[in-house]
């Protein structure tokens, strides 16, 4: 079965710097891989998706994130961030066989100060 | 595009009660899932349909929840009777498929569930 580890509970950054969100996960399988932003009082909605090809992703909001199958790693990066940016992230990865169940990360929270 | 809607937004019952949520997917979207997210934690999947079948329920405490997608389109999730640690947010999605390029999901605003 799959698993997925966010390393950061909670990563506080000033505004205009870069971050990066940690992310790693197991499968005896491939997989398709996600990040999900989740803003306060609202539903998740997905950032980027890695299903195949490029391992570099780009997503919306400046957002981009890199598959590395040997560190089983799906790393989420933006060179500078805004106070806007400041929400919960959740990294997810869905085996690529039988009902492609999707397992979600406990989550980061980016807290974006000015 | 509609997205998905859900109601209501927010439940308040005691334990012992019965409640249901409902949930409506983008049109044409044919799997479904049902997310439990309690706070602080990512979401759990507590079941999935293609249509109206079910694909995966593993992790549905079965004793006392339940969930149906009779026409393959809206679907409602009951619990009865409710406890403590039931309180959560519920999370509905749905996506064109489950496999491929179209399986990003589609999240509604959920529905925050306090048990007393």
């Known amino acids: 079965a799959q698993s997925v580890t966010q390393l950061d509970s909670q990563v506080p950054v000033f505004e205009e710097a870069p971050v990066e969100l940690r992310c790693n996960y197991s499968?005896?399988?491939?997989?398709?891989l996600f990040w999900y932003v989740q803003y306060p009082n609202q539903g998740l909605q997905l950032l980027l998706k890695?299903?195949?090809?490029?391992?570099l992703v780009k997503g919306i909001n400046g957002f981009e994130a890199e598959f590395n199958k040997s560190q089983t790693s799906f790393h989420l990066r933006k060179p500078s961030v805004h106070i806007s940016d400041t929400a919960e992230y959740f990294c997810?990865?869905?085996?690529?066989?039988?009902?492609?169940?999707?397992?979600f990360g406990a989550g980061t929270r980016l807290f974006v100060k000015a | 595009e509609a997205g998905v809607a859900q109601s209501p937004r927010y439940k308040i019952i005691e334990k012992r009660q019965s409640v249901a949520f409902w949930c409506n997917p983008i049109?044409?979207?044919?799997?479904l899932y049902w997310y439990q997210q309690i706070l602080g934690q990512g979401p759990k999947l507590l079941i999935q349909?293609?249509?109206?079948?079910?694909?995966?329920d593993s992790q549905l405490p079965k004793d006392r929840f339940s969930a149906e997608r009779l026409k393959g389109v809206d679907s409602t999730l009951k619990i009865q009777p409710a406890k403590l640690e039931d309180s959560a947010v519920y999370l509905c999605?749905?996506?064109?498929?489950?496999?491929?390029?179209?399986?990003?999901?589609?999240f509604g605003p959920g529905t925050r569930l306090t048990v007393l």
């Open positions: 049109s044409g979207h044919a799997t």
């Open positions: 997810a990865v869905s085996e690529n066989t039988g009902g492609f169940k999707t397992i």
């Open positions: 890695y299903l195949s090809g490029s391992t």
């Open positions: 349909f293609q249509n109206n079948g079910v694909v995966d």
């Open positions: 499968s005896s399988v491939s997989v398709y």
């Open positions: 999605a749905s996506s064109v498929t489950a496999g491929g390029a179209y399986n990003e999901q589609f």
